[in-house]
């Protein structure tokens, strides 16, 4: 058997000496691939539980035949310097068409520490059995690693309160079947949220043992006790006058039976009129007192008599640091303690009066507020600011829902991977996913862009074209010729074709906002950074095109198809520095702000190209069940994976169950980065080529 091997290139991650066939038994049906392989970098931390890796697969031909996806043996799936070195190896395994289950690649991390990777004669065992290779085969190997972020088991928030169309309010509840909740926070009445600790008040002294009380009162305490909070007058507590306290401070309160110890509540101000006065009756002070004898108190929350501002609701975006009322929202309290009075002062300013329409207290923690906390569920129905604004049919249990582990992409698929896809490919395979006919004259660029460095390479009339990356038609190397820059100008089915052929999938709207915010608490209107603001935009770059492009301004960390540096005036034909290179914010020392990164470290998430995600919006988005793609295409070029949403629709045809995220894609250049939680795009299900459109894919963790 005699093999040559190719070397293949990816951006950050260097394959040198091989690949090579070292050793073969066909008896056995294996064959040993080997190389070199290292990445700048990396990191393995144990707060937060996170690393990187690379996910390593390999394809081969026979002769001039076609390229197929090469499987690997698990045991031992690998050998060499990366079986016996400080590396964690996690092998991904695809269910083929017909059910097989196999090997389809391998995730290489770190153990520990950070800085570069260096592995040196890592031997791949591929798996021979079911191929057509022989002792007499002429082989063609090439191996591919795409640098990946690993995203760990764990609870998450959905949702901030202000990005138009979240999912969630902070707060918001997601039910089960069974009606109990999935997602921790308020329902949409008040009457059914199964943690309330404090009963249905019927008077000021029903139930027996709960005694409500106030500063004033123009309509009785126990109102704010009814779990009604419809904001209707008459119908919550409120004091017609300016506050009975100093500064306009009221309180209401609450006695128990027995002590209780509340860790967290919710709690809707409201005004004796209707709701939309709201914005010019802010409620400007919150504070939560405890007693055990109702004349000592200690602070459970909150500064009395305080003139910051407090934010127990979020409400509309124009009024974001108000405390609005018919807005709900979770108070997290700051020194929770066993007491059986409780006492809620309130104030709002202007000369308005104060009030309360709901308070409901829960005991059993802030962990749970607002959290999928549990990848069990059949969801029931999303009490959710969607575009339908509708309940949702029952997702699949196995849809991902972001609470198991799972790993993306660092930073979007770059042409020079792009390049490597299209060169595995037969020739209808690649007219269909191609942006021009691989037929076509070299060096023809795949579509007319400053920005787009794909050329053909060489070209037959009878043989798949050879691509390659060039600003010039005449040097190939990849690095220095714009092979860092991410790909765009995508259609749907040429993203999951990507996807399937490199054994990956598509990620989950939900996943998505795992990935961008991790399990920390939203933050208003914020973006994968971690903060709602924009530091600088792009406006051009130093060294376009190179390994080391670098943004102008320096301390630049996000870029968008709508930006000053993205020539807006022409930008459906010259995107100016727009994309600009995959991670180029990530600079030598940067914070995560400065990189532009998740709380994972994983790059452009809200900036650069918009994330093509599958969405829950619609049925045939919920059908998605998280199969991986198992390395091979249809004939036809398109992908064939169970429970993918529209993978072989034509272009300009309609990809139901996908959307976007990440990046406005209507032109918008006030907002031309969205926020984590925004959903504008989530229905924007086209499948035609949007030159804004990039590639990033997803793999769950095994």
Not at 575 to 598: D, I, L, M
Request: glycine share 10%; net charge negative; charged share 15%.
């Amino acid at each position: 058997m005699v093999m040559g091997c190719g070397l293949s290139w990816a951006n950050n991650v260097q394959i040198t000496n091989g690949p090579l066939i070292k050793s073969r038994d066909m008896d056995a049906k294996q064959a040993v691939v080997t190389f070199d392989v290292s990445w700048d970098n990396s990191w393995n931390t144990s707060y937060p539980n996170n690393h990187d890796a690379i996910w390593v697969f390999m394809k081969y031909r026979i002769d001039a035949s076609p390229f197929e996806h090469a499987y690997l043996v698990q045991d031992p799936g690998i050998v060499g310097d990366a079986g016996t070195s400080p590396v964690d190896v996690k092998y991904g395994t695809s269910k083929l068409i017909g059910g097989e289950e196999l090997t389809t690649g391998v995730f290489l991390a770190r153990k520990s520490g950070t800085g570069t990777t260096t592995l040196k004669n890592v031997g791949l065992v591929w798996n021979l059995d079911g191929t057509d290779v022989d002792e007499n085969s002429v082989v063609s190997v090439r191996v591919f690693a795409i640098e990946m972020v690993y995203v760990p088991e764990g609870a998450f928030h959905l949702g901030d309160n202000a990005s138009i169309y979240r999912l969630m309010n902070w707060g918001d509840t997601i039910f089960r079947q069974d009606r109990t909740p999935l997602v921790y926070g308020t329902p949409l009445t008040a009457s059914n949220h199964p943690d309330n600790i404090i009963p249905t008040m019927t008077s000021n002294t029903a139930p027996e043992g709960y005694v409500a009380s106030a500063s004033g009162a123009s309509y009785a305490p126990y109102l704010a006790f009814n779990r009604r909070g419809d904001n209707t007058t008459g119908v919550n507590w409120y004091y017609g006058t300016t506050g009975a306290y100093g500064n306009g401070w009221d309180w209401i309160q609450l006695q128990f039976p027995e002590p209780v110890n509340p860790t967290w509540g919710i709690f809707q101000a409201t005004y004796y009129t209707s709701p939309g006065n709201c914005p010019s009756c802010p409620m400007t002070g919150f504070c939560i007192q405890g007693s055990n004898d109702g004349i000592n108190w200690a602070i459970v929350h909150g500064d009395l008599y305080s003139t910051e501002t407090e934010q127990i609701q979020y409400g509309q975006q124009n009024y974001n640091y108000q405390l609005l009322s018919y807005y709900q929202n979770p108070v997290v309290f700051d020194n929770p303690g066993k007491y059986r009075y409780f006492r809620f002062w309130v104030r709002q300013h202007n000369s308005y009066y104060n009030g309360m329409g709901i308070i409901m207290l829960m005991e059993h923690g802030e962990d749970r507020v607002n959290k999928i906390f549990s990848e069990d569920p059949k969801w029931f129905a999303l009490t959710a600011h969607s575009t339908a604004a509708t309940a949702f049919d029952t997702l699949k249990e196995a849809f991902p829902k972001g609470y198991k582990a799972f790993y993306v992409m660092k930073h979007e698929v770059t042409q020079a991977a792009w390049v490597d896809f299209l060169n595995t490919l037969t020739v209808t395979q690649q007219q269909k996913i191609s942006h021009i006919s691989p037929t076509s004259t070299a060096p023809t660029k795949l579509f007319n862009n400053t920005r787009m460095n794909i050329r053909i390479k060489e070209q037959s009339s009878d043989m798949p074209a050879v691509y390659g990356c060039s600003l010039d038609g005449l040097n190939w190397n990849h690095e220095n010729n714009g092979g860092n820059t991410p790909m765009f100008n995508l259609a749907w089915t040429d993203i999951a074709a990507y996807l399937a052929w490199s054994c990956l999938r598509p990620m989950t709207e939900l996943e998505y906002e795992k990935a961008c915010r991790g399990p920390e608490k939203p933050v208003m209107n914020e973006y994968a950074w971690g903060n709602p603001y924009l530091t600088d935009m792009v406006t051009s770059v130093t060294y376009p095109h190179q390994p080391n492009e670098s943004p102008i301004p320096a301390l630049a960390n996000h870029c968008s198809p709508n930006g000053v540096g993205s020539s807006v005036a022409n930008w459906n034909s010259n995107q100016g520095y727009w994309p600009v290179r995959a991670g180029a914010f990530a600079r030598a020392k940067s914070t995560r702000v400065e990189a532009g990164a998740s709380f994972w470290g994983i790059l452009n998430l809200t900036d650069n190209v918009p994330e093509r995600v599958i969405n829950i919006e619609h049925a045939d988005g919920r059908k998605f069940t998280g199969e991986h793609g198992a390395g091979t295409l249809r004939g036809d070029g398109y992908a064939d994976v169970p429970n993918w949403p529209a993978q072989n629709v034509a272009l300009a045809g309609t990809a139901n169950g996908t959307g976007y995220r990440g990046v406005d894609v209507s032109g918008n250049t006030i907002y031309p980065c969205r926020t984590v939680s925004y959903r504008g795009g989530i229905t924007y299900s086209h499948n035609q080529r949007d030159l804004w459109t990039g590639c990033r894919g997803v793999r769950t963790a095994e």
